[in-house]
């Protein structure tokens, strides 16, 4: 064997070595990168579902039910905190000792219309004799014509 074919056969095992080392490289390059794009498809899905899950929260009304105190003053407050306007709310207290003024219940309830971002105030009177515990269900119904209901416990 000649010089020349002596050093052509040594910059083609080279060649080859290097072609070998980049071929592995690329086989562990594109495994990461569908690993990634798995990852990535995967958080698009959830990314979806989040946002498809706020679409129906915006597209429904959300009750919420508080007994506020100012000195001796307590006020049951109905808000709407959802994304929607509820309809027909309806507010009750289970139990014997029920606070709300009567004449409250007359004139609120059932709610007609309550907006988002809105609430109403019920006067109640408490007094000594008072349990300052109450269990509270609240009914409404959403723009899609869908009832929804929820309990509330609350204390003083």
Do not use: C
């Not at 109640?124 to 009914?139: N, P, Q």
Request: net charge negative.
């Amino acid at each position: 064997m000649t010089t020349y074919e002596l050093l052509s056969l040594l910059v083609s095992v080279v060649a080859l070595v290097i072609a070998a080392i980049s071929l592995t490289r690329t086989r562990k390059v594109a495994s990461q990168q569908i690993e990634l794009e798995r990852i990535t498809a995967e958080l698009s899905a959830k990314q979806l579902e989040m946002l498809q899950a706020r679409e129906a929260a915006l597209s429904k009304a959300q009750i919420d039910v508080d007994l506020e105190g100012y000195g001796s003053d307590y006020n049951f407050i109905i808000s709407n905190v959802g994304g929607a306007e509820a309809r027909n709310v309806t507010f009750k207290i289970e139990g014997e000792d029920d606070p709300v003024v009567s004449s409250e219940y007359k004139d609120k309830i059932p709610i007609p219309s309550l907006r988002p971002g809105k609430s109403v105030q019920l006067m109640a009177a408490l007094h000594s004799g008072s349990t300052f515990k109450y269990k509270v269900l609240v009914s409404w119904q959403n723009p899609d014509a869908s009832t929804e209901q929820d309990e509330f416990f609350l204390t003083v």
